[in-house]
């Protein structure tokens, strides 16, 4: 049997705690994970089943200082495992928890991870539509270049729904995080 496998996943910005659980699954399936890799592979190595709690943190300036960054969660008990577009990965064994634990301490340090996400990956995603893809299209559509202007269309409207679904996301997620 193999000792590794890798698996392509996607999991979308506002979606971290889905990523959490299925990395929690395989693990409990005696699959640890080694490392994430762009495109979304998920590289695993065989190990005994166990309960292990995977948590990320999306913390740019933590990143910046990542000595005392990744020294605060393993002061905790967290094995900090890699970054991967933005977001630090860590776990930790169930059985060395006294109940069930995260890297943050109550729901408004969760809601501050939620908001820098939302600026760190929404903003860019914001000046590129407004500063590229509208201009282009308005460009396109003036010229009459059919093919390019099918193009940017096609791109404006991949962007409406990546804004409307993240939004929305941000939205649930703020409410369930409000006191």
């Not at 930790?92 to 990956?121: H, L, P």
Request: include cysteine; glycine fraction near 6%; charged fraction near 25%.
């Amino acid at each position: 049997m193999n000792a590794t496998k890798t698996e392509l996943r996607f999991f979308t910005v506002p979606e971290w705690e889905k990523e959490e659980a299925y990395l929690r699954q395989r693990h409990q399936e005696g699959w640890r994970l080694v490392r994430v890799t762009f495109p979304g592979l998920y590289h695993f190595q065989r190990c005994q089943p166990e309960d292990v709690v995977y948590q990320l943190d999306y913390n740019p300036e933590g990143i910046a200082h990542k000595a005392d960054y990744v020294g605060l969660f393993q002061d905790c008990g967290w094995e900090y495992l890699q970054d991967y577009v933005g977001y630090s990965y860590f776990r930790k064994a169930r059985a060395q928890m006294a109940e069930e634990e995260t890297i943050f301490c109550d729901n408004a340090s969760r809601m501050e991870m939620v908001e820098r996400v939302y600026k760190g990956k929404m903003l860019p995603l914001l000046f590129l539509f407004l500063f590229v893809i509208l201009p282009n299209l308005y460009l396109q559509a003036a010229a009459g270049n059919g093919v390019l202007l099918v193009l940017f269309a096609l791109a404006l409207l991949l962007y409406l729904v990546i804004f409307f679904k993240f939004s929305a996301a941000f939205r649930r997620c703020r409410e369930a995080l409000s006191p």
